[in-house]
C-alpha cells in the first residue's frame, strides 16, 4: 500500500511525558505536516483512539503508565494490521527491540537516535 503524508494523514503519539509529547507534535507537524496529530499518554486510551480515529502512523512508548507500550502494539496490530506503529523508546537494549519487532512494530528508534532518524523513518514507512 502506498501513502503519502498529507491533509489526510493522522498520527497517533503515545507518551506519558507531556513535554515530549508536544514536542513531537510541534516538530513533526513543521517537518511533515500531516493532517492531523493526536496524543495521549496512555495505552488503555490509544486502543480507543485507534479504534475511534484510525489514524495511519502511531508512535509508541514502551514505558507507560498502565499497559505497556508492546502490549498496545500487539492489541494494535492484532485489531488494525494497516495501522503503522514505530516504538520510540529511552531503551537501547535488544531485548526490548526484539520485543517490540515480535509484537509487529514497523520500526524502533531510541529516544537519543530521534533527532536523526525519526523524522526519516516516518517518511520512509508512510
Same mark, same amino acid.
Given at each position: ?41 496512555? %495505552? &488503555? $486510551? /490509544?486502543? !480507543? ?7 495511519? @502512523? =502511531?508512535?509508541?512508548?514502551?514505558? +507507560? ?38 509484537? %509487529? &512494530? $514497523? /520500526?524502533? !528508534? ?7 532518524? @525519526? =523524522?526519516?523513518?516516518?517518511?520512509? +514507512?508512510?
Amino acid at each position: 500500500m502506498c501513502r503519502l503524508i498529507n491533509e489526510n494523514t493522522t498520527i497517533l503519539i503515545v507518551d506519558d511525558h507531556v513535554t515530549l509529547r508536544r514536542t513531537l507534535h510541534d516538530w513533526l507537524m513543521l517537518t511533515m505536516r500531516p493532517g492531523q496529530i493526536i496524543e495521549t499518554g496512555c %495505552g &488503555a $486510551d /490509544a486502543l !480507543i483512539q485507534v479504534s475511534t480515529v484510525s489514524p495511519h @502512523l =502511531v508512535i509508541m512508548d514502551i514505558s +507507560l503508565p498502565d499497559i505497556n507500550g508492546i502490549q498496545v502494539t500487539k492489541q494494535i496490530k492484532k485489531l488494525f494490521s494497516d495501522v503503522l506503529v514505530v516504538v520510540l523508546s529511552d531503551h537501547e537494549e535488544n531485548v526490548y527491540k526484539d520485543d517490540a519487532v515480535r509484537a %509487529g &512494530a $514497523d /520500526a524502533y !528508534i531510541t529516544k537519543r537516535e530521534m533527532r536523526n532518524k @525519526l =523524522v526519516p523513518v516516518l517518511k520512509q +514507512l508512510l
